[in-house]
């Protein structure tokens, strides 16, 4: 039996993207981060001026589908909600953590551990 490494997760966004013909892009995948990913973007003139643009371009590389979306960039990433924004760093932070996109829960009467998925709910 092989252990089959997952690498790219599903997600919604609580809110979506809307592009100019006013179609909402809620649905896309993102990948686990590479090494270059984390590193390259450090180079970019843009982080180095401001250190927070990081997130902005790590996300761009490892978002690898929104909606019909194509492609995937900075200029798309600065544009989303800033809900959507954090739930996507969270969702980075987790995947390439813990290898999952759900959060670790503990049952509070018996210590039970085990997994949640999250996934944002209508009107949020």
């Given at each position: 039996m092989s252990d089959v490494i997952?690498?790219?997760?599903?997600?919604?966004?609580?809110?979506?993207?809307?592009?100019?013909?006013?179609?909402?892009?809620?649905h896309g995948v993102m990948r686990m981060a590479t090494a270059a990913d984390e590193i390259l973007p450090m180079k970019d003139p843009r982080v180095r001026n401001n250190p927070a643009y990081l997130s902005i371009i790590l996300l761009a590389r490892v978002i690898t589908r929104l909606g019909s979306l194509d492609p995937i960039n900075t200029d798309l990433v600065e544009q989303l909600y800033s809900q959507d924004f954090a739930y996507l760093q969270d969702l980075h932070h987790r995947i390439n953590k813990t290898g999952t996109s759900a959060h670790q829960a503990t049952c509070p009467k018996c210590d039970h551990r085990f997994e949640v998925a999250v996934e944002p709910t209508e009107g949020r």
């Open positions: 997952k690498t790219e997760f599903p997600f919604e966004l609580p809110i979506g993207y809307t592009d100019k013909e006013g179609n909402s892009h809620r």
